[in-house]
């Protein structure tokens, strides 16, 4: 979500008690899709069924078109999301904290290593 965001960026999300807006940075997953994708919400539409869900159009802020290609590669005909599968809206963020896990993904052997420094750190401060 550049240049909002970049890679290694700690995201803090929570689930709104109020209604989305046109504007907010979300999180959400689509069915089939591992990764959740963080995007800008670019309109907003309220049923008028009584259930009163939303329904989301979200775009990149470095994408030139909305995400609406994006939600029917995984489920055809689809033009919306809708506030049921957003994890959560971003309220601040960290930046570059991520990074350490991105490592330690990439890198197995940094996992290895930073546990073991925690067990000596244990085992030689113990009283």
Same mark, same amino acid.
């Given at each position: %979500?550049?240049? $909002? ?6 995201? &803090? =999300?929570? #689930?709104?008690?109020?209604? &989305?807006?046109?504007?907010? +940075? !979300?999180?959400?997953?689509?069915? *089939? ?7 800008? !919400? =670019? ?8 259930? @009163? #869900?939303?329904?989301? =159009? ?6 030139? @078109?909305?995400? /609406?290609? =994006? ?6 005909? #689809?033009?919306? +999301? ?8 971003? /309220? ?5 904290? *991520?990074?350490?896990? +991105? $490592? %330690?993904?990439? +890198?197995?052997?940094? #996992?290895? %290593?930073?546990? *073991? *420094?925690?067990?000596?750190? $244990? ?5």
């Amino acid at each position: %979500m550049e240049p $909002a965001f970049g890679r290694g960026d700690l995201l &803090f =999300l929570a #689930k709104p008690s109020t209604d &989305f807006q046109v504007g907010d +940075i !979300v999180v959400y997953t689509l069915e *089939g899709r591992e990764i959740p994708i963080v995007h800008r !919400v =670019l309109n907003v539409h309220t049923s008028l069924d009584g259930d @009163a #869900k939303q329904y989301l =159009l979200t775009k990149g802020d470095n994408n030139r @078109a909305s995400d /609406y290609a =994006l939600y029917g590669e995984y489920q055809p005909g #689809k033009l919306w +999301i809708t506030n049921d599968e957003v994890v959560g809206k971003v /309220y601040g963020y960290a930046p570059y904290v *991520g990074y350490l896990t +991105i $490592a %330690m993904t990439d +890198i197995p052997q940094l #996992k290895v %290593m930073l546990l *073991g *420094g925690l067990g000596l750190f $244990a085992l030689l401060t113990r009283e």
